[in-house]
């Protein structure tokens, strides 16, 4: 699960068993600027989601409609 404490940057990604979410959000709100340093252990976090999503019997299709 994301950490939701106030007033801090947050980065995570996660399956919760039946889709990925990812938060990307700054302290002030803002959409999450990432260097290249904190964006490959993202992408890292991300396609261990879909790892574990695949693990899934049926069609795993990812929805971008939300």
Known sequence: ????TLK????DAWFDGSA????AVSANDDA???SADALEPFIA????CL???RTL???NVLD???
């Open 32 to 34: 999450l600027e990432l």
């Open 51 to 53: 790892r574990e999503m």
């Open 1 to 4: 699960m994301p950490d939701t």
């Open 64 to 66: 971008f409609s939300t």
């Open 57 to 59: 019997p049926g069609d």
């Open 20 to 23: 990925v979410r990812v938060i």
């Open 45 to 48: 976090k991300l396609q261990g």
């Open 8 to 11: 801090k940057d947050r980065l």
